[in-house]
């Protein structure tokens, strides 16, 4: 009897319809499930990632939209900076980049905790409210270390806003990376983080 023609044909015919269904269904719903996590992770209109490099600092970092950029003189260090800033808005967040070159002042831990300290006061964020993680920016000094500021505060108007706040040097330069939003969406998050590094 030829295999084709045989009993077992018919089985086997029933048992592929049946797997082949079943792994449409699961690649179906593995696609819908890969399209959510797109939506959610920022691969939207909205979240328009793209590489940025500040001026000459050596930062590499994902920006999810066209950020506008700015200078200003700040006193930091107990001596006037200038501070170079670009910033832009999408998906209800704020993503904000600062560089401040202190030129030889030997205090930059303390720098990087007064400016920790006025952006929580700013927002208005208290202790209870606040939490400092380590953080992995490839490339940056290892003294002082990286470090995330997660708060939660208030906006000038009275509204509650959640901030991520990351502080970290290059030689001479120190760096505030900020997200700011109603309420932080963390893989949005997660990518703008991570790809905070240097040249």
Request: hydrophobic share 45%; glycine share 10%.
């Amino acid at each position: 009897m030829s295999l084709l023609s045989s009993p077992f044909t018919c089985l086997a015919h029933r048992i592929f319809s049946a797997t082949a269904f079943r792994w449409v269904v699961r690649a179906v719903g593995g696609l819908l499930a890969l399209v959510v996590l797109m939506g959610v992770s920022g691969c939207s209109p909205k979240l328009n990632w793209r590489d940025v490099q500040p001026g000459n600092s050596g930062l590499r970092l994902l920006l999810p939209c066209k950020p506008d950029q700015g200078e200003k003189i700040v006193p930091l260090g107990g001596r006037p900076t200038k501070m170079t800033m670009l910033g832009c808005d999408a998906g209800g967040a704020t993503f904000a980049v600062a560089l401040a070159d202190l030129g030889d002042a030997p205090n930059l831990p303390e720098v990087l905790a007064q400016w920790q300290a006025l952006t929580l006061s700013n927002m208005k964020a208290t202790s209870e409210t606040t939490q400092t993680r380590p953080l992995r920016v490839p490339g940056a000094s290892s003294e002082p270390a990286p470090v995330l500021v997660v708060a939660q505060g208030q906006r000038p108007d009275g509204s509650a806003v959640n901030g991520w706040a990351a502080y970290f040097t290059k030689g001479s330069q120190a760096v505030q990376v900020v997200m700011y939003a109603t309420a932080i969406e963390p893989v949005a998050a997660e990518i703008y983080f991570a790809s905070l590094q240097f040249d």
